[in-house]
């Protein structure tokens, strides 16, 4: 019954590689998020997506290409995996993305690059 | 432009003592605003929000925000820590429109340790 769900939990890597996180939500809502949380606790918005359409992209570089295969789904894929791309990535999602819309965050997928 | 600032990386009471959090927030349009609570290991978990109604908002776990613009404040508070409310704390700010449509900034987080 997990609202939002996202694989994997953990993943650790090697700088240079290529990695994806899934994201789904189960809620029926419109759009998704991207969020980034460094190490000191800093959440940043990375991208939004409404109905499988871009609306929000931050100053992210082009090495993270996010996917919508259908509202449902936002999937986060990760080019050549640098030191600082170390990090716990979020998932949220909300109805339709307006203002006071509350965000229905996923569990975090920690990501460790060696 | 839009960003909210936490007054208090850390802010530790005893059980039974008022909480108090602070939040300052900059927006350029009418501000939404938000509080969230992240547990250990956990995603985020929404508090309460200010949707521009009622300017003391409640929300769970007996949490409540009062919005004040001529301050531009949104300090939570509880009147009664419990052992369960130790966590990190995240105010945000969202726009009603334009760049800030739907988009979340959240400032630095609070940790709150609460002491027996």
């Known amino acids: 019954d997990t609202a939002v769900s996202q694989t994997p939990k953990y993943l650790v890597t090697q700088m240079g590689n290529d990695k994806s996180i899934k994201c789904e939500q189960n809620l029926g809502h419109d759009t998704m998020y991207w969020y980034k949380q460094d190490s000191k606790k800093f959440l940043k918005i990375m991208f939004s997506y409404n109905n499988k359409e871009l609306i929000i992209n931050e100053t992210v570089p082009n090495r993270f290409s996010p996917k919508s295969p259908d509202k449902a789904h936002l999937n986060l894929h990760i080019n050549s995996l640098e030191l600082g791309d170390s990090a716990v990535y979020f998932c949220a999602s909300s109805p339709a993305g307006t203002g006071p819309d509350e965000q229905f965050f996923g569990p975090g997928t920690r990501l460790t690059v060696l | 432009a839009q960003s909210v600032t936490q007054l208090g990386s850390h802010v530790s009471v005893s059980e039974g003592a008022l909480v108090l959090l602070r939040c300052n927030y900059s927006s350029s349009v009418p501000p939404y605003l938000f509080w969230y609570v992240q547990y250990p290991n956990q995603g985020l978990q929404l508090l309460l929000k200010?949707?521009?109604?009622?300017?003391l908002v409640k929300g769970i776990n007996g949490f409540e925000a009062e919005f004040k613009k001529s301050e531009t404040s949104f300090h939570l508070t509880k009147p009664s820590a419990h052992m369960s409310d130790a966590a990190e704390y995240f105010c945000a700010v969202s726009g009603a429109g334009g760049t800030s449509y739907g988009k979340l900034t959240f400032g630095q987080g609070t940790i709150l340790t609460v002491h027996p």
């Open positions: 200010y949707t521009s109604a009622a300017t």
